[in-house]
């Protein structure tokens, strides 16, 4: 196992695994194994695959960063660790929303309806 140094992650990680205890949520266990790979292995996803993979109004979790390759032409939220500065100006152009992985846990505690793209 790859031992995280920025305690940003390493407090996001184990608050994950509680609130999928807690919830009974499967997801958020997933999104926290996903983040404890190494950073070389988190992904790193287009704003192209994200407009393919999504309709109006979804919700989206990259366990990794938004990059802003390609064309976003409907309005989701999208959750991520970080998003590149162009990928957020897309976004908020497409009319959508940008939270932190928390906030979308915090929203949506049972993780219902939430797409994860990597």
Do not use: C
């Not at 407090?11 to 926290?32: F, G, H, N």
């Amino acid at each position: 196992m790859v031992t995280k140094t920025n305690p940003k992650i390493t407090e996001l990680i184990t608050s994950l695994k509680e609130k999928s205890y807690q919830e009974e949520a499967a997801i958020w266990k997933d999104v926290a194994r996903k983040l404890e790979k190494s950073t070389r292995r988190q992904a790193e996803v287009n704003l192209s695959k994200i407009n393919r993979n999504t309709q109006k109004d979804d919700v989206v979790l990259v366990p990794g960063k938004v990059l802003s390759s390609g064309v976003l032409d409907h309005k989701v939220q999208i959750a991520a660790l970080d998003f590149s500065l162009k990928a957020a100006r897309k976004i908020d152009n497409a009319g959508g929303e940008i939270l932190d992985i928390s906030q979308l846990v915090e929203k949506n505690p049972k993780g219902t309806g939430v797409k994860i793209i990597q």
